[in-house]
């Protein structure tokens, strides 16, 4: 599968190309594995290994750096980076209510507590979220979500994706033959 045209354009604008990685600081430091190819191209293997390692690490709450974290964990499993960087996109100040509160429920949840009473708990006293306490069940919970949605994300990649049709290849144009009765003979002498 080809990459779209604007990504390639915004891959090129933010001088993101092998041949301008070739040589500099980021390939110095991780060597000749950042310019592989299967890491920037999407395929169905690449894509579901990059979810299951970059969903985990988005999920997770108040982590800095995760997109560099993310690129590092794609290039340990051989995942695709654009999709590893994009996952980190889903972790905003928009959707953290949202992130945090499954979290802590999941947590508490995985902890012991009664469901019910952890519901209850979040709507009477949503502050104590961010107590010590809370904050355990928080990254208890976020690494209970990062794990399980990881490996559905990866199975769901891996039996859903389909490769498109392959285009034949063009075959170069024969030069035009000429008929056999049409063919120069030599002179008799």
């Not at 933010?14 to 592989?36: A, P, T």
């Not at 999920?59 to 590092?72: D, E, G, N, Y």
Request: glycine share 8%.
């Amino acid at each position: 599968m080809r990459l779209p045209l604007w990504v390639l354009r915004l891959m090129h604008r933010s001088r993101l190309s092998r041949s301008r990685l070739k040589g500099g600081w980021i390939h110095s430091r991780l060597g000749d594995r950042i310019l592989d190819k299967k890491l920037w191209t999407p395929t169905a293997e690449s894509l579901a290994r990059a979810w299951l390692v970059g969903f985990p690490i988005t999920v997770m709450p108040f982590l800095p750096a995760q997109s560099l974290f993310a690129v590092i964990a794609a290039l340990f499993v051989r995942g695709n980076i654009l999709l590893c960087i994009a996952l980190q996109f889903l972790s905003t100040p928009f959707t953290a209510p949202v992130q945090i509160s499954v979290c802590y429920f999941v947590g508490e949840v995985v902890r012991g507590t009664n469901p019910a009473a952890v519901w209850k708990h979040v709507f009477s006293a949503p502050r104590e979220i961010f107590t010590r306490e809370g904050a355990i069940s928080m990254y208890v919970g976020a690494f209970v979500v990062g794990i399980i949605g990881g490996c559905l994300g990866y199975a769901v990649i891996r039996k859903t994706w389909r490769a498109g049709p392959r285009r034949p290849r063009r075959k170069p144009p024969e030069p035009p033959s000429t008929p056999p009765s049409a063919a120069v003979e030599p002179p008799i002498d």
